[in-house]
């Protein structure tokens, strides 16, 4: 086991990455890397609430625009090592895979599940991403300016 | 006197398993899906969820089914979910300067950095009904282009680099939240921004509407409108930095507002801003419009009585939640309200009858 965690950016990265996984999805590819570590339960999967703010003119003083759902849990492994998990939408199953992967990142489980795990889910957060923008692009307007005049 | 009333309790459970069965419909048909609400009848999830003032599109398609498609209805359940929610926290402002744009145009600007982008748009559609989606089909597929990377500017920067557009500066006072304290008078621009963006859509619809017919005209372009996706950020407390907690797909309006300056402020373009869960553009551009007709005491416009600058008017009234509820409970028995009100007409009638032959003997 590593004596130091992971930087706040590494650690942000996959914490975000699991966050915005589709439904079952990173379960699916733990489970296929390997057998799920014994582990007890800091706070057992809660469904609640995040109030989502934006900025008036997009850049000016926050207001509240209303809440979107959130899932969280927090567990420990064996040797001690805490794993969080805070995911969009109502999905305790995926909490629980989050925070176990969060948790096995910190140890010397963290390469394997960075090939198996985290780099396939940011390829697919990439590929779902790109295809939306190509379709966006064949709408961008080409203008063209009607030749008049008198010559 | 008062008449304790029971008995409808056999009612009322019949009424409900009746509307269970009716809910379905005819069972030859096939029984409809959540997951098809959510992919198919996208717009309506959107502006379940905008209302409902909770973002999650399965929970909507779900409400939307159970209220047989009454959006009002299903956004009373979304809301009645939403209390018994606890309350993790609160995001850091989304930054939809950095949108994945799915849409993004200007009636300002014809050439502008990033370009007009259409998007899944019913604009410029011929709005005649179209048959062929009657009968089952392929899954149709939409051409695909060459994407610029980067984030898409707002136009808005453009008009600021000439000071010609006042700014929205940078400002950290955390907002009010109405849903923890009641709405209250005067209302910030936060509180009315917060309101706005779950009022009822028809609502907010017609005030803008009325701005533009000339009650508190305040000559609106639509400066931007972008749809898309952006990140949710929320500092997490126990970890002591904040992580991405999610992905929504909202849309923004700012409008460009002609202004001839007033005693406090120079002639400049002024401005009005919607921000909408989902893909919700008319709602959005609405509350635009409406959020600048409230903003005319802050820039020393004149009060002309139009209903979308009176904020009370306005913020009482845009609720469907709370406007359902009031109005719906008149349906519901006032068996003993109404027969005080027989007594009381009956004896006026009475006296009048009385003091009618007295004249009349007189």
């Known amino acids: 086991m590593k004596d130091t965690v992971d930087p706040p950016h590494a650690r942000k990265a996959w914490m975000s990455l699991l966050a915005k996984a589709p439904e079952g999805r990173a379960a699916a590819l733990f489970d296929a890397a390997m057998t799920r570590p014994d582990f007890t339960w800091l706070r057992r999967p809660e469904i609640g609430s995040v109030m989502v703010r934006g900025r008036a003119g997009g850049t000016g003083a926050p207001f509240n625009l209303g809440e979107m759902t959130v899932t969280r849990c927090a567990l420990t492994l064996s040797e001690g090592v805490v794993g969080h998990a805070y995911i969009q939408g109502r999905r305790k199953a995926d909490a629980e895979a989050a925070a176990l992967i969060d948790a096995l990142m910190q140890t010397e489980a963290a390469d394997r599940l960075r090939a198996d795990v985290l780099d396939p889910l940011a390829q697919d957060a990439k590929a779902r991403r790109a295809e939306r923008a190509a379709r966006a692009a064949a709408t961008r307007v080409d203008f063209f300016t009607m030749v008049r005049g008198d010559d | ?362």
């Not at chain 2, 597929?141 to 136009?155: K, S, W, Y």
């Not at chain 2, 930095?241 to 300056?261: D, L, S, W």
């Open chain 2, 1 to 362: 006197m008062y008449v304790a009333v029971k008995g409808g309790e056999r009612a009322i459970r019949n009424a409900h398993a009746w509307l269970a069965e009716e809910r379905r419909g005819d069972p030859a048909v096939t029984e409809l899906s959540v997951a098809q609400i959510r992919e198919q009848l996208a717009l309506a999830v959107n502006r379940v969820m905008a209302e409902g003032s909770l973002h999650d599109p399965d929970l909507a398609a779900l409400a939307i089914k159970q209220a047989r498609g009454d959006l009002i209805e299903a956004i009373f359940l979304i809301r009645a979910y939403r209390t018994t929610l606890p309350r993790f926290g609160v995001s850091a402002p989304i930054r939809t300067a950095a949108m994945a744009c799915d849409r993004r145009i200007s009636a300002t600007f014809k050439d502008l950095p990033g370009g007009q982008v259409l998007g899944p748009t019913f604009d410029y559609t011929h709005r005649l009904v179209d048959f062929k989606l009657a009968a089952e089909g392929d899954a149709p597929r939409a051409p695909t282009g060459a994407a610029d990377p980067g984030d898409v500017p707002h136009v808005m920067d453009f008009l600021n680099r000439e000071g010609l557009i006042e700014e929205a500066r940078p400002d950290d006072t955390p907002p009010p939240d109405l849903t923890r304290e009641p709405l209250e008078l005067p209302a910030s621009r936060a509180l009315r921004l917060q309101a706005l963006a779950r009022a009822d859509e028809g609502f907010t619809l017609g005030l803008a509407y009325s701005t533009q017919r000339g009650y508190a005209r305040n000559h609106p372009f639509v400066g931007e409108l972008r749809i898309g996706a952006v990140a949710v950020e929320m500092e997490i407390p126990e970890l002591g930095f904040a992580i991405e907690i999610g992905e929504i797909t909202v849309t923004e309006c700012e409008t460009v507002n002609q202004f001839t300056g007033s005693k406090t402020e120079p002639p400049q373009f002024t401005r009005g801003y919607g921000l909408v869960f989902g893909q919700t553009e008319r709602k959005a551009i609405s509350m635009a419009l409406v959020d600048r007709a409230l903003r005319w005491e802050e820039l020393g416009e004149d009060n002309v009585g139009a209903p979308a600058q009176d904020a009370e008017f306005v913020l009482y009234h845009a609720d469907n939640i709370q406007a359902t509820g009031f109005l719906e409970h008149i349906k519901l028995p006032h068996y003993v309200d109404f027969q005080s009100e027989l007594e009381l007409v009956r004896k006026l009638r009475r006296t009048a009858g009385a003091d009618g032959m007295q004249e009349a003997a007189q």
